[in-house]
């Protein structure tokens, strides 16, 4: 069965630091993309950045970048100049290939701190 | 930038009484999706529906669960008979391609469930 692994249930930065938060998975595939998404308090569930497993680039979306290490299938999330709307809960997720679903770790609870 | 839209937002409703949640996916997305997050808990799938039937399904839904496509609009979940624990944010998605492997999935904004 697909894992994927969030080992930080909380983590609080200053504003205008960076943070990075971690994300490890299972898959046998080749090819597949991985995902953040960011939850608020409003709970609405937001595409945050999304990474092809074949490209060796790194995803980047303004402030927010990944560190993709395929071999070692991490995908961890960086913020930069964190900003206060960052605070939210933060899913990683990653599709199981050949079917639809995704499977999300089990969160990250970030809060920036003013 | 298009929405899925979800009503009601909030539904209160007593144990074994059935309900169903609304969904309109995105007008030309073809996969749609239902997940749901217990408090506290992590996002989980329940369901995903494409041409008009299931194409996959968790061990969560069980035989309480179904999904319809009325129209060419709406997709609903029903739960037939609610117990305590179906009580849980719901979310649907929807995607145009195959969500997932390599599509960019769009998630509602919720319909939080209540089950007294």
């Known amino acids: 069965a697909q894992t994927v692994t969030q080992s930080q249930p909380e983590m609080s930065v200053?504003?205008?630091?960076?943070?990075?938060?971690?994300?490890?998975?299972?898959?046998?595939?080749?090819?597949?993309?991985?995902?953040?998404?960011?939850?608020?308090?409003?709970?609405?569930?937001?595409?945050?950045?999304?990474?092809?497993?074949?490209?060796?680039?790194?995803?980047?979306?303004?402030?927010?970048?990944?560190?993709?290490?395929?071999?070692?299938?991490?995908?961890?999330?960086?913020?930069?100049?964190?900003?206060?709307?960052?605070?939210?809960?933060?899913?990683?997720?990653?599709?199981?290939?050949?079917?639809?679903?995704?499977?999300?770790?089990?969160?990250?609870?970030?809060?920036?701190?003013? | 930038e298009p929405e899925v839209t979800q009503t009601p937002s909030h539904q209160v409703t007593q144990m074994g009484q059935e309900v169903i949640l609304r969904c309109v996916p995105i007008s030309n997305h073809l996969y749609f999706y239902w997940y749901r997050q217990i408090l506290g808990q992590k996002v989980e799938f329940l369901v995903s529906f494409y041409n008009n039937e299931i194409s996959e399904k968790s061990e969560i839904f069980d035989d309480q669960f179904s999904v319809e496509r009325p129209d060419g609009s709406n997709f609903t979940l029903k739960i037939r008979s609610t117990k305590l624990e179906d009580s849980a944010m719901y979310f649907c998605a929807s995607s145009a391609g195959q969500g997932g492997s390599n599509e960019k999935l769009f998630f509602g904004s919720g319909t939080q469930l209540s089950v007294l």
């Open chain 1, 14 to 114: 200053q504003e205008a630091e960076t943070v990075t938060l971690s994300c490890t998975y299972d898959t046998s595939e080749n090819n597949y993309y991985l995902f953040w998404y960011k939850q608020p308090p409003s709970r609405q569930m937001i595409l945050v950045i999304r990474q092809e497993a074949y490209k060796q680039q790194n995803a980047t979306e303004n402030r927010f970048s990944v560190n993709f290490q395929k071999a070692a299938k991490s995908f961890s999330l960086k913020i930069s100049d964190s900003q206060l709307g960052d605070t939210a809960m933060y899913f990683c997720a990653s599709p199981n290939f050949g079917n639809e679903k995704l499977t999300f770790g089990t969160g990250t609870r970030l809060t920036i701190i003013p």
